[in-house]
């Protein structure tokens, strides 16, 4: 549960047959926070403004599929952060955007960017203690050090195959709980492990 938002998984549940009177509620409180953290990567107040309905916009339309979320709050700066580097990939074709865009950019992290990575980070060390000592210690190597397989598998004093198939299995661990419990795929939770 979010510190100010009360009952969330009841609002999601009702959003998601239909209830607009929720997804009103859920707009009011996340919709600034959506708007500080698109406005960070786009510096304009107009372009921001009109990314965040989009969102919004999105979150309706796919609100069927929303009931079961555990945290709407990462489902939705998950879905922000993607519309956002779409819009920026779009820009770079378009040059009065692209012009706009980098004549408002300056470079910035906020806090609250840097507590949703902490956030991550923690959910990430809390399912790797759910792992074997091996597989733990090859998922941190290869996923976290960025270490080939044969390296890992040095370090180790295990064969390139043995470190593998931890990875096979530690991978199809995390995915498994990132899936559940976040609402997003492993790929898109290791991007936004990356800064």
């Keep these: 549960m979010n510190g100010g938002l009360k009952d969330e998984l009841l609002l999601l549940k009702e959003m998601s047959e239909g209830d607009s009177g929720s997804f009103s509620l859920l707009y ?10 698109i406005y ?17 916009i999105k979150v309706w339309d796919n609100r069927i599929n929303l009931s079961d979320l555990r945290s709407f709050k990462s489902y939705l700066f998950t879905i922000s952060k993607n519309h956002t580097l779409n819009f920026l990939k779009r820009a770079a074709i378009d040059k009065n955007a692209k012009s706009l865009i980098l004549s408002n950019y300056r ?5 609250e960017e840097d507590l949703q990575t902490k956030d991550y980070l923690n959910y990430l ?12 210690e090859t998922f941190r190597l290869c996923r976290q050090e960025y270490k080939s397989y044969d390296e890992a598998a040095e370090i180790l004093g295990i064969s390139r195959n043995t470190v593998k198939k931890h990875m096979v299995k530690s ?6 709980a990132v899936q559940k419990d976040l609402g997003i ?3 898109i939770f290791l991007g936004l492990l990356i800064k």
């Excluded at 009011?28 to 953290?37: A, G, L």
């Excluded at 960070?40 to 919004?56: G, H, N, R």
């Excluded at 470079?107 to 806090?111: F, R, T, Y």
């Design 40 to 56: 960070k990567y786009l510096k304009s107040s107009e372009l921001t403004d009109d990314l965040v309905q989009e969102i919004f």
């Design 185 to 187: 795929p492993l790929t």
């Design 125 to 136: 060390e809390k399912i790797l203690d759910t792992l074997t000592p091996q597989s733990r």
């Design 171 to 176: 991978m199809k661990i995390v995915g498994k």
């Design 107 to 111: 470079a910035s992290v906020s806090i």
């Design 28 to 37: 009011n409180y996340y919709s600034r926070q959506v708007y500080r953290f």
